[in-house]
Structures are given as structure tokens and as C-alpha cells.
């Protein structure tokens, strides 16, 4: 089979597709046919060694994977060959077939594309875990979302809205905010022209919002959290904009505000009974169209330092996604 592999920790640009041979389940794990293979951030950050954790090397970057489970390993009774799933396999996705647990594997609806469950999973597990478990968010609140366009930002706009809370979307074109209110935002502020903090001021009365969701960091952090309300939460999920943000925490104590981190992954094996739970939770929204993953772009295998190279610009409006065995152009 063919994949990418990483052979050491160095620019992405190094990334080779090469003739591989076929992984073979072990206990406990499933053997996918991948259909379609979600791209993420932290996955240009994995194969340079920026990333929290480091695979061991040589290794296949890719985390998110859809497609059909070919064989499954000892132990394995609740899956079986033939089946449409979508799985969280932590490495392993760029390539024609992928290793993932059992236990992070997950039978997708029938209404869902391949496309649109190997953009699901991380996304919208991401937002789902931090909007509602970590910041605890409540009809009629407001949350504010940096990188509203991204893939995890448009999720965001999504899930909180399905919430019933008011969506203000932050993005840096008008085409993508746009693109965020099509999914739901209610206000949007275009940061490249626009004064951030004038302009949550102006629409919230002053007041500020209940929530920042933040996935960029950089220099936009200390301007969102200054404009949190009173007793407000800033979800901190990324640095997209690679500067991790340094705060005053005297900025907490005036207006009795929290920075909550955000990392779902952790989350996920660590509490996979209330995950489970969640999925349920986010297959539902999706069966009665609350959530409409937004793909906007795809590749096949062979393209895949074109779609990672999206990623990583931050250019990407929503998900992109490698296909395998399509020639489809982006």
C-alpha cells in the first residue's frame, strides 16, 4: 500500500509517499480501507517534533480517518469487516489503509459521506468538549470565536449556536465570514480591518462576551480576553498563529474571568464513557442538520504536501481532506 511517512522530525517538505507493506491488526485493534483522510493542524506540527507528543519514528502523520474496516484483531467484537466508520487513530491516516483501537473506532450514519466523517471527528469533538464540558456554556451567553473559518472555528460557530447561545464570528475576509454566518454566526468582525476590542464593545453594549474560543493565539489572545464579561471563560485550543500568547493575570483577578485549556485528545482517553456520550450527542445534531461539516477542499494521496501546505497557511475555509484513489482536483 502506499503512505507518507515521516522519516525524522523536520519541515513537512520532507514528507515522502512511499510503497509500504499492509499493517496487520493486533489485540484489540481494526484495520480501515481508508476512503478519506482529515487534515489538521497539528499535524504539520507532529512531523516538525512542535507537537506535545512525538510518534515514534518512522511514522504516518494523520489522525482522523473514514473508511471501511477490511479486518479486525483479537479481542474485537463490536466491529466487523464491511463496516462504514469513522476513527480517531492518532497516526496513521495519510496512507491507503490505517491501524486504529477498537475503542476509538465509530460506525458512522448512513446520511454521512466518507468526505464528511474524516472531517468530523476531531473538529467537532474538539469544540463539542470545549464548549460544553470545559467552559459550560448556557442559552443566551455569547461566544466570541477567533479563526472563525477554520476547521475547528467553524465548528465552533456550529456547536454553539446549537447550544442557543449568540454567535460572533472573527475571521480576516469578508469571504469568511461569509462562510460563518451560512453556519450560523449571528455577528461577525472582520479582525484585518476592524478594531477587535472596539468592535465586541459596540456589540455587546459594553458589556463584553461569556466566551472566547481560541484557536489561533498569538496576538489576538490578549485583546479577546480583555474583552471577556464578567466571571467570562477564555477556551484556550490552539496557537495557530504560532506565538503562545504571555497574560497579566492580573487580567482574571479585575473581572473574575478563567483561561480553561482545552485538549481534547486527553479528554477522549481519559474519560471514554462520557466521550462516547458526547459522540452520541454530535451524531444526533447531525442527523437533524444542526451540524453541516464544510469541506472545502480535497486531494488525493499523491497531493498531500499541496492539502497539508492549506493547513498550515491557515487558508483553509472548513476542512480539507486527502481522498484516496481520486484524482480529484482541489
Known amino acids: 500500500m502506499k503512505a507518507v511517512i515521516c522519516r525524522d522530525f523536520s519541515p513537512r517538505a520532507n514528507l515522502r509517499l512511499e510503497e509500504v507493506p499492509s499493517p496487520v491488526p493486533g489485540k484489540g485493534q481494526v484495520l480501515m480501507q481508508v476512503r478519506a483522510c482529515g487534515l489538521n493542524f497539528f499535524d504539520g506540527l507532529m512531523v516538525e ?81 470545549a464548549l460544553k464540558d470545559r467552559a459550560i456554556l448556557r442559552p443566551g ?7 472563525a473559518a477554520g476547521g475547528v472555528g467553524l465548528t465552533a460557530v456550529e456547536i454553539a449556536k446549537r447550544m442557543g447561545a449568540r454567535v460572533i464570528a472573527a475571521a480576516s475576509t469578508q469571504e469568511k465570514l461569509d462562510l460563518c ?18 468592535r465586541i464593545k459596540d456589540l455587546t453594549q459594553g458589556r463584553g462576551v461569556d466566551v472566547v474560543y481560541d484557536p489561533v493565539g498569538g496576538g489576538q489572545t490578549e485583546t479577546a480576553l480583555r474583552s ?6 477564555h477556551l484556550v485550543i490552539g496557537f495557530a498563529a504560532g506565538d503562545i500568547p504571555k497574560v497579566a493575570l492580573n487580567l ?36 437533524e442538520r444542526s451540524l453541516r461539516p464544510h469541506i472545502s477542499a480535497r486531494y488525493p494521496l499523491d497531493r498531500f504536501a499541496e492539502a497539508l501546505d492549506v493547513v498550515m497557511e491557515r487558508s483553509a475555509k472548513g476542512k480539507v481532506v486527502l481522498v484516496m484513489d481520486e484524482a480529484e482536483d482541489a
Open 228 to 233: 471577556l464579561a464578567v466571571n467570562g471563560r
Open 252 to 287: 482574571l483577578l479585575l473581572k473574575q474571568t478563567a483561561i480553561v485549556g482545552v485538549f481534547w485528545g486527553a479528554f477522549a482517553r481519559a474519560d471514554p464513557q462520557r466521550h462516547a456520550a458526547n459522540m452520541v450527542e454530535l451524531f444526533a445534531w447531525f442527523a
Open 141 to 147: 451567553e455569547t461566544v466570541l470565536v477567533l479563526g
Open 49 to 129: 517534533g512542535k507537537y506535545q507528543t512525538k510518534p515514534e519514528l518512522p511514522f504516518t502523520p494523520g489522525s482522523e480517518v473514514a473508511g471501511v474496516v477490511t479486518a479486525v484483531g483479537e479481542n474485537v467484537v463490536t466491529l466487523r469487516p464491511g463496516q462504514r466508520v469513522l476513527a480517531f487513530n492518532g497516526i496513521g491516516g495519510y496512507a491507503q489503509e490505517a491501524l486504529a483501537e477498537a475503542e476509538r473506532v465509530y460506525p458512522i450514519p448512513d446520511a454521512m459521506s466518507f468526505e464528511q466523517a474524516a472531517g468530523f471527528l476531531i473538529t467537532y469533538a474538539t469544540s463539542h468538549h
Open 181 to 198: 454566518r451560512a453556519h450560523g454566526a449571528d455577528e461577525s468582525i472582520n479582525y484585518a480591518e476592524e478594531d477587535l476590542r472596539q
